[in-house]
């Protein structure tokens, strides 16, 4: 018995299909027409490309959905900023050495940083006339010990000015900042950590030539970054104040205008008292 094979119909070069939902098809030899055959291989051809672009290319609108809620969320979910508050005189303080640095980077030599330095240290000493200060506010940034195991620490008031004990007993012989074991002030300062917000009071150490005591070694080092000599007397976290409600006035309405020739309530040689904290009446004549 002979098996006869058939083979497969091979398409003839050139013949073209078309596509439809049915399937592919090829069109007849004889209802082929040249220009379809190209329309239709552009038409393919820019398909293609615009698949491919809308692959490749992000979204665009999905980034921007997505950057708007994290944005809202942040901003929802953002602390609100802590009010600080400082003294006035540490702020007067703050201003005037500020103010020095601030020259001292456009001087053109050191006589003329000495000038800054002279005037800086005069003004200081109007400011500070008692050398001890209450309350101030600060930045820890020092929080160590010698190796006595005695307190060494340094607070920042502003951007490169800082108020700092000697951290060896040498150079703290007479000035004796150093916070000794066991006492208030050195265990407060113990608790403390660096970037800690803090309230602190003390005294500056008086110098004759400085008018304060400033460890920097260099003319430029006490103008630009000063490290004045302190000596701790209280240590604590920074607090923020409370705002006092604002207790309801209430408002009198305004008697109506007397008659012209009305005489007088009050006799002309009267004095009037008028209330104080400890004499909270209301205004009386006698």
């Known amino acids: ?3 006869i094979k058939r083979k497969a119909a091979v398409p ?4 073209l299909y078309s596509i439809s939902l049915s399937g592919i098809h090829s069109v007849p030899g004889d209802s082929r027409d040249p220009k379809a055959g190209r329309c239709l291989i552009v038409l393919l051809w ?4 615009v698949c491919l672009i809308s692959i490749l290319l992000p979204d665009h609108s999905s980034n921007t959905n997505s950057n708007a809620t994290a944005g809202a969320s942040s901003s929802a979910t953002a602390a609100p900023s802590s009010r600080v508050i400082i003294p006035l005189d540490e702020s007067q303080f703050i201003r005037i050495v500020s103010d020095a640095k601030s020259a001292s980077v456009t001087a053109e030599n050191d006589m003329q940083r ?6 800086r240290d005069d003004q200081v000493c ?3 006339t008692s050398k001890t200060i209450i309350d101030w506010v600060g930045t820890v940034r020092t929080v160590d010990s010698n190796s006595d195991g005695k307190g060494v620490l340094s607070i920042a008031i ?6 700092e004990t000697w951290n060896n007993d040498l150079s703290d012989f007479e000035d004796h900042t150093l916070l000794q074991p066991s006492t208030k002030v050195f265990n407060a300062a113990a608790s403390m950590r660096s970037g800690q ?3 602190f009071s003390g005294s500056f150490i008086p110098d004759s030539e400085n008018c304060i005591r400033e460890s920097s070694m260099t003319l430029s080092g006490k103008l630009t970054d000063p490290e004045f000599i302190f000596q701790f007397s209280a240590v604590a976290p920074y607090v923020e104040p409370t705002q006092q409600p604002v207790q309801p006035v209430a408002v009198e309405p305004e008697p109506s205008a007397a008659p012209a ?3 007088s309530l009050v006799p002309a040689d009267s004095e009037i008292k008028i209330p104080t904290s400890s004499d909270p009446g209301a205004m009386e004549s006698k």
Request: proline content about 3%; overall charge positive.
């Open 158 to 163: 502003a951007d490169g000015i800082r108020l």
């Open 197 to 199: 917000l803090a309230t």
């Open 114 to 119: 000495g000038g800054f330095k002279a005037r």
């Open 1 to 3: 018995m002979s098996v």
């Open 126 to 128: 109007n400011v500070l």
């Open 12 to 15: 003839a070069p050139g013949t």
């Open 261 to 263: 020739m009305q005489e």
């Open 46 to 49: 820019i398909l293609g490309i």
